[in-house]
């Protein structure tokens, strides 16, 4: 790799560093080309990607990156697997562990804050940001329901009135 490649992949390590919400790594010594090409076409349904990247490049980047704790894990054969979403990485990285005996999660960070590897469990476990959203959107709505529902239940009980009145009628 020349030196001007070099330059480039750690400013796009870089960034990636900076702009995810979470950053997983792993090692993934052993896996297949089509297990690599799995935990990747997974990543990609979650909205999360993976790179490989020569670990001391990867640890030129990290420098005065929030994540820089994860440089310790950069040895041996490392995958990161990072998204924008602070829970998106952390889900993949744990639903293809738990399949894939070749692939140990070693840890990884959220922002300035460094996970070990219960910290990535505990993380893949929280709801994701689409699962928030729903989540209180339904709580916004809700109150609306009851109201309309409150206003339009005197009309209700005033025609099932009517109508009891009028069957005892006739």
Do not use: W
């Amino acid at each position: 790799m020349y030196r001007a490649q070099k330059e480039k992949l750690v400013e796009e390590l870089g960034q990636i560093f900076e702009s995810s919400g979470v950053v997983v790594v792993s090692h993934y010594a052993g896996l297949t080309v089509a297990e690599m090409q799995d935990l990747r076409a997974r990543a990609r349904e979650n909205g999360s990607s993976v790179r490989v990247a020569k670990n001391r490049l990867a640890k030129i980047a990290l420098d005065g990156k929030p994540c820089a704790s994860i440089a310790d894990y950069l040895t041996g054969m490392t995958v990161l697997t990072y998204s924008e979403d602070p829970v998106a990485a952390a889900k993949v990285s744990e639903d293809f562990a738990k399949g894939n005996d070749k692939f140990v999660i070693l840890g990884g960070a959220m922002g300035e804050n460094a996970l070990d590897r219960a910290g990535v469990t505990a993380v893949s476990k929280m709801p994701s940001r689409e699962e928030l959203i729903s989540t209180i959107a339904g709580m916004l709505g809700e109150p609306a329901s009851n109201i309309a529902g409150a206003i339009g239940a005197p009309a209700s009980n005033i025609a099932s009135i009517l109508s009891t009145i009028e069957e005892k009628a006739a």
